[in-house]
């Protein structure tokens, strides 16, 4: 089992920056690949970005690629979201997740989510 708590979010004027923190406790963190998903009201939860275990190989969604950055410490048992060059679009919940494999962008095959972070983009 694998508990999973980000930190991190709030309100951020457009083309401004935040970074968001998930903290993992419980089974051995740095075995998993950790991802990122949000949810926007109304739409459905889709994929950011997700980092190895190794944390020496990451993939993003095209929607944020370049601006967006996963980064892992896995003697912190934590991985971080940099957001950078925030847009309105970007504004949801963002959460964590964890599994056993590399290479997934889809939420059915994650086993671990936090409980989420409200990111609001304003323009």
């Known amino acids: 089992q694998v508990q999973l708590e980000e930190t991190g979010g709030g309100l951020v004027q457009a083309g401004g920056s935040l970074r968001l923190s998930c903290a993992a406790s419980g089974r051995t963190f740095n075995s998993y690949t950790m991802g990122w998903f949000r949810q926007a009201p109304g739409k459905e939860r889709e994929f950011v970005a997700a980092?190895?275990?190794?944390?020496?190989?990451?993939y993003y969604a095209d929607s944020v690629k370049g601006r967006f950055t996963i980064s892992r410490d896995n003697a912190k048992n934590t991985v971080y979201l940099r957001m950078n060059s925030l847009k309105p679009e970007d504004t949801a919940v963002y959460y964590c997740?964890?599994?056993?494999?590399?290479?997934?962008?889809?939420?059915?095959?994650?086993?671990?989510w936090g409980q989420g972070a409200q990111v609001t983009v304003s323009s």
């Open positions: 980092i190895r275990w190794s944390g020496d190989s990451a």
């Open positions: 997740a964890a599994d056993s494999r590399y290479g997934s962008t889809t939420r059915h095959e994650y086993s671990y």
